[in-house]
């Protein structure tokens, strides 16, 4: 398994981000992060939108679903095969955002690992036959070093979680479609929801402002960024 990740993913991000240092030496660590970073979203921009569809689906049949779950409790069978259907009718497959979600956690870890490595001296023995090793890659980026810890970054991404995770989740059906009483599904929903919308960010300052250098702060910024502009222009609720 390790020599799988070792050769699928780390080896390639390693390469992938000095090459592109080579190109642009002048813009630095940073640059080189921020290329990749669009550059390997743009390659799984088929999986995400595909993932992020299934999430906005999902999240419009709520209603419909609770409204199954608390009529259907005392017959999970009954539940599972109306709730199945319900899928089918809208052609939702509820794990369709699964595999996105492994892929980029893997790529993080990879790039966490990659950056770990050394930033300022490049291991040549890993780099491809056609990527040149600079020698040392310079962290420094607008006057901070992607080496450290960075505040600044830590605040950017989470600012950037919080209004991402905030895209994402649609309102609560209103009473009269839920019935005269909210089912318990729904206030756990509504609880999961404010777990994404302020839990994410603050674990993300958290890690941000202890534990993450800024160049996986920044990995992350950008990714999130560009997570929430694509849902802005291909799948933000049409304005009637």
Known sequence: MASFFFTILYQPLYNLLVFIYTL???GGLGLAIILMTILVKGIVLPLTYKSMKAQKELQELQPKIAEIKERMKDDKEGMAKELMGVYKAHNVNPF???LPTIIQLFVFIALYKA???GIHTIDPS???SFVSSPGTMSPMFLGMDLSKISIPLAVLSAVCQYFQAKQMITRRPPAVARGT???MDEDMTAMM????VYGLPVMMLVLGVTTLVGGVTLY???STAFTYA???LFLSPKKE
Do not use: D, H
Request: net charge neutral; proline share 8%; charged share 10%.
């Open 24 to 26: 642009a030496p002048w």
């Open 96 to 98: 369709a955002s699964c």
């Open 115 to 117: 950056l770990e490595a």
């Open 126 to 128: 890993i780099l491809y």
């Open 181 to 183: 009483s909210p089912a």
């Open 193 to 196: 929801n404010k777990m994404m």
């Open 220 to 222: 992350i910024f950008v």
């Open 230 to 232: 694509m849902y802005a």
